[in-house]
C-alpha cells in the first residue's frame, strides 16, 4: 500500500472518530479511538499482507480456466473497445449475416469453367459448387471433352468464417466436427469473389481443391484463443477421423495475449483486493500484462502467432492436442522455432541434432527468402529477431515498440506516431537533424522515411506486400541469389541492381560485389519479373502500385513493359499484382482484366488492354538508360524473351 | 424544552443554513464547469477512455447539491420540528454536514486519476459519508417519531 493511500484512509478514520467522540463522555471516547485504530491498523495490515501474498504467486500458478471477452468488459470497457475494432477479433466468427461480407444474394462465380453460386435464406448462407475432392484434370479451354456440366455439385452450408480485413474464407462442417475451407474466397479489398487458386500464391492449376485445408488441423491454432484440438476416431470403419475443436473463444481474444482469466475475475470480485493491488503499484499477477514482462517473453505472446513454431511433442498431450502456451509463459517450452523450411521439415521428424545446425533456406522455401529474412507475414517475430536492432530481446526494442493490441489504427495496430520516423527515433534520435545528409534524399520525401530503406516491402501475403520486419541496412548482396528483392529497387523499378551498387558505393562506400550480367545493367524490376522464381516476382509486381514507386521510377513505361510480362506469368497472385500496378497508373485503360480467367478470355482481354495502353505509353530510351525499351518507346521484345528464357520457376507455394 | 437545546437547535439550523446554500453554491458551479467541459469538447472529460471520471464527477455534482438541499431543509426544520437531545442532535447535525462534505468530495477525488477498472481511492470517502449520512437521517427520524408521542 502507498503511503498516499494509507494516510488517506487514516484522514477518513480520525475524521470519523473525531466526530463520533465528540458527543460522548471521555471513557467512552478514549474506548471509541482506540479500538478505531486498533481496526485502522488491522486493515492496514491485512491489506498489506494480501498484497505480499498476491505478488508472490507466479504467473504459471495461475488457474488455466478461461472467461470470454465478455467477462472483461465489465471492468475493462475502454480496452475492450479498443481491441473490438481490430481484426484479431474477427479473425474467425461464426457465419451470420452481421459477420458475413462475401456476396450471398444469389451471386455466381465461375473458375475453371466450373460456376459457383452464393446463395442465403435468412441467416443462413450457401455455396453451391464442385463436389469435395473433385478435381478438374482437364483446363476447361482445352477442346478434349471436358464438360463443366457434369461435373459433380453439391451444395454446402456456410457454417464459420476466416478473416475480415484483406480476404474472408468460408467454411464447412461435415458430421465429423470436420470444417472444410471452401474453394471460393471474398477477396474484400476488391470486393470480388476469387477462387482460393488465386487468392494463394502458387502457380496455375487445374486442380479446383487444391487449397482445400481441414481448418481443425493447422488454422484453428492461430486464429483463435485457447484451443483443444480434440481429434476422435473414425465413428464409423471407413469413416475419416473427426474432431470435437474447442476455442475458449472464436478469433484472437483478451486470453490470447493477457491468459486465462477465470482466476483474475474470482479474486478481483473483492474491491478491497483491487484497491489494495493497485496501491502496491506491482501489477496483478493473476492476470498477464505483457507491458510488465521482460522484452523476450512479451514477444513471445506475439511469436506465439506471428512466428514460425514446430510444436515439441513433449510438452502436447497427445490426446486432446490442447496449446499447452499461456501467454507470459516460456514459448519454447512448448514449441520451436525454425528459421527455413528444410529446419522445420527436421524438426517435425524430431531430428533436433540435424535442425541446430540451421539448415539454410531452400531456393523454394515458402516462408524465408535464401539470406534467412521472412518472406510471409505471421513470420514477423523471426524479422525482428534477425535485426541487429533486437539484441537477441536484451535490448528496448519489442513489438510493443511499435505495436498495440489496442491502438486507434486497426489495419496495422501501430501506437500513434509509429507510422513516422518517430518510430525510429525513439532509439537513433541523432537522425533526426541530418536525414537528408544520411538518406541522400530530400528530408521529406519517401526516400528519407526509415521504413523505405529498413524495413522495405520484401513480405508477401493475401494478394499484397508487407514491410519486411528485419530491420535491416540494405546491401546489395543480400539481394544476390537469394530472391530478395532490394530495398532501392523496389522504389527504383526502373533502374538496375548494378545502378544501386554504384550509388550505395558512392554515398556509403559499401565495396562492390559480384553481380550476374543481367543484374549490371538491365532494370532489377524487369530482371526480376522475367527470371525469378514466384516469391520475387509477386514481391516486385506488388510495388508497380507503390506511389512512391511511381513517382520515383516514372509511370509512363509499366503500360508498355507489364503487359508483355502479364502475358507471360504463371502465378495468378502475381498476374492480379501486376494489373493492380496497371490499374493503378491507368485506370479503367488496364480494365477488363481477370487473372483468373481461362487462359483464352485472358489473352483476348489482355490484347485489348495492350493496345489501348500502347497509344499512351511511349516511354522515352533516353530517361529510362536500363530498360530494355526500343528507340521508338516500345519493348525490346527480344531483350524479354532473352531474359524469360532464363527463368528459374520451381512451383514454389507460400505459406500464408 | 431547555433554553440550551433552544440555542443549540437556532445554532445549528443557522449553520446548515450556511453549509446548505454554500453547498448549493459549490456545486451549481460545479454543474455549470461539467457543462463547459461538455461544451468545450474537454478530452480530459469526455474520451471514451475517461468514462469513469465522467461518472465520478457528475454522481459528486449530483450527490452535492442534494445534500446541500437537505441541509437547507434541515435548517429549515429544525428550530421547531423533532423532539431532539443535545447529543443526538449534535451527532445528526455533524453527520450531516460531514457526509455533504465526504460523499462529494470522494466521489470527486475517485474521477481524479481513475484507473481503467475502478475510481481513484478518494472514493473511499464515499462510503465513509454514507455511514455518517446514514446515521443523521436514522437520528432524525428517530426524532420525527418521538416528537408524534
Redesign the interface.
Known amino acids: 500500500m502507498t503511503a498516499g493511500t494509507w494516510l488517506l484512509l487514516l484522514a477518513v478514520a480520525l475524521l470519523v472518530l473525531w466526530q463520533l467522540t465528540r458527543a460522548l463522555p471521555p471513557a467512552r471516547a478514549v474506548g471509541c479511538w482506540l479500538a478505531g485504530l486498533g481496526a485502522v491498523v488491522a486493515g492496514t495490515l491485512l491489506l498489506e499482507s494480501r498484497a505480499r501474498e498476491d505478488a508472490a504467486r507466479r504467473p504459471d500458478a495461475v488457474d488455466v480456466e478461461s472467461v470470454s471477452s465478455d467477462t472483461c468488459v465489465k471492468c475493462h470497457e475502454s480496452h475492450h473497445a479498443s481491441w473490438h475494432r481490430t481484426y484479431h477479433r474477427t479473425m474467425t466468427r461464426e457465419a451470420t449475416q452481421e459477420t458475413v461480407k462475401g456476396d450471398f444474394n444469389d451471386a455466381t462465380y465461375t473458375y475453371l469453367g466450373v460456376p459457383t453460386r452464393l446463395t442465403r435464406e435468412g441467416d443462413r448462407f450457401f455455396m453451391e459448387t464442385a463436389d469435395f475432392m473433385w478435381k478438374s484434370r482437364t483446363p476447361p479451354d482445352r477442346p478434349d471433352g471436358f464438360d463443366p456440366a457434369r461435373v459433380p455439385r453439391r451444395r454446402f452450408p456456410v457454417a464459420r468464417l476466416v478473416g475480415s480485413h484483406w480476404f474472408q474464407e468460408y467454411m464447412t462442417r461435415d458430421d465429423q466436427g470436420r470444417y472444410f475451407r471452401l474453394p471460393v474466397s471474398y477477396h474484400i479489398v476488391e470486393k470480388r469473389w476469387v477462387h482460393t487458386n488465386g487468392a494463394f500464391l502458387g502457380p496455375d492449376t487445374t486442380d479446383f481443391w487444391d487449397k482445400s485445408t481441414i481448418w481443425n488441423e493447422t488454422c484453428v491454432f492461430c486464429h483463435n484463443t485457447r484451443v483443444t484440438k480434440a481429434p476422435q476416431p473414425p465413428s464409423r470403419r471407413g469413416a475419416p477421423p473427426g474432431y470435437r475443436t474447442e476455442v475458449a473463444e472464436l478469433g484472437i481474444s483478451c486470453e490470447a495475449c493477457h491468459g486465462p482469466g477465470a482466476e483474475h475475475v474470482r479474486v478481483n470480485s473483492n474491491p478491497a483486493r483491487r484497491y489494495a493491488t493497485r496501491a502496491a503499484g506491482a501489477g496483478d499477477p493473476t492476470i498477464v500484462n505483457p507491458r510488465r514482462l521482460p522484452v523476450e517473453a512479451a514477444d513471445q505472446i506475439c511469436a506465439h502467432c506471428h512466428g514460425a513454431l514446430v510444436p515439441r511433442p513433449e510438452a502436447w498431450d497427445r490426446r486432446t492436442v490442447a496449446d499447452p502456451y499461456l501467454a507470459g509463459q516460456n514459448l519454447l517450452g512448448s514449441y520451436s522455432f525454425f528459421w527455413s523450411e528444410a529446419e522445420q521439415a527436421l524438426l517435425a521428424r524430431g531430428r533436433r541434432d540435424e535442425a541446430g545446425k540451421r539448415p539454410p533456406p531452400a531456393p523454394d522455401d515458402g516462408r524465408f527468402w535464401g539470406d534467412g529474412t521472412p518472406l510471409t507475414t505471421a513470420v514477423e517475430y523471426q524479422g525482428m529477431a534477425l535485426s541487429a536492432c533486437y539484441e537477441n530481446g536484451k535490448g528496448r526494442l519489442s513489438c510493443l515498440t511499435c505495436h498495440s493490441g489496442h491502438a486507434d489504427d486497426p489495419n496495422f495496430m501501430l501506437k500513434p506516431n509509429t507510422q513516422t520516423n518517430e518510430a525510429c527515433y525513439q532509439c537513433h534520435e541523432g537522425y533526426r537533424g541530418r536525414l537528408a545528409e544520411h538518406t541522400h534524399h530530400a528530408a521529406d520525401s519517401p526516400g528519407s522515411l526509415c521504413y523505405n530503406c529498413h524495413m522495405p516491402y520484401q513480405v508477401y501475403s493475401l494478394l499484397t506486400t508487407h514491410r519486411s520486419h528485419r530491420i535491416q541496412i540494405p546491401r546489395v548482396r543480400d539481394s544476390v541469389g537469394t530472391g530478395k528483392p532490394h530495398a532501392c529497387n523496389l522504389c527504383h523499378l526502373d533502374r538496375s541492381l548494378g545502378w544501386t551498387q554504384e550509388q550505395l558505393g558512392k554515398w556509403y562506400g559499401t565495396p562492390p560485389g559480384p553481380l550476374p550480367d543481367e543484374d549490371r545493367g538491365t532494370a532489377s524490376s524487369v530482371v526480376q519479373l522475367c527470371r525469378d522464381d514466384g516469391r520475387t516476382r509477386a514481391v516486385v509486381a506488388g510495388a508497380f502500385s507503390w506511389p512512391a514507386a511511381q513517382q520515383a521510377s516514372g509511370r509512363d513505361w509499366p503500360g508498355a513493359v507489364l503487359p508483355h510480362l502479364l502475358g507471360r506469368e504463371t502465378y495468378p497472385a502475381v498476374r492480379y499484382l501486376l494489373h493492380r500496378g496497371l490499374r493503378s497508373l491507368h485506370g479503367d485503360d488496364a480494365n477488363p482484366y481477370d487473372h483468373l480467367a481461362a487462359p483464352i478470355r485472358r489473352a483476348e482481354s489482355l490484347k485489348a488492354v495492350r493496345d489501348r495502353l500502347a497509344a499512351c505509353c511511349r516511354p522515352a530510351p533516353a530517361r529510362y538508360p536500363d530498360l530494355p525499351l526500343t528507340p521508338a518507346g516500345g519493348v525490346d521484345e527480344a531483350a524479354l524473351e532473352n531474359l524469360l528464357k532464363r527463368r528459374r520457376d520451381p512451383d514454389v507455394s507460400i505459406h500464408e | 424544552m431547555s433554553d440550551d437545546l433552544t440555542t443549540l437547535r437556532a445554532r445549528l439550523a443557522r449553520r446548515h443554513h450556511l453549509v446548505g446554500w454554500l453547498g448549493l453554491l459549490i456545486f451549481l458551479t460545479l454543474g455549470a464547469t461539467l457543462e463547459a467541459l461538455h461544451g468545450f469538447k474537454a478530452g480530459f472529460y469526455l474520451d ?2 475517461r ?1 469513469l471520471r465522467r461518472e465520478m464527477w457528475t454522481l459528486a455534482h449530483a450527490h452535492g447539491t442534494l445534500l446541500a438541499l437537505v441541509n437547507v431543509a434541515f435548517a429549515a426544520g429544525l428550530p421547531s420540528l423533532g423532539r431532539w437531545t443535545t ?2 442532535l ?2 445528526a447535525s ?2 450531516l454536514i ?1 457526509a455533504a462534505v ?1 460523499m462529494p468530495l470522494g466521489f470527486f477525488l475517485g474521477g481524479v486519476g481513475p ?4 475510481p481513484s ?2 472514493v ?2 464515499v462510503p ?1 459519508g454514507a ?2 449520512l446514514f446515521v443523521a437521517v436514522g437520528l432524525t427520524v428517530e426524532s420525527a417519531l418521538r416528537s408524534r408521542e
Open positions: 471514451s477512455d468514462k447529543s443526538r449534535r451527532v455533524f453527520f460531514d465526504l484507473g481503467e477498472t475502478d481511492a478518494g473511499l470517502l465513509a455511514l455518517l
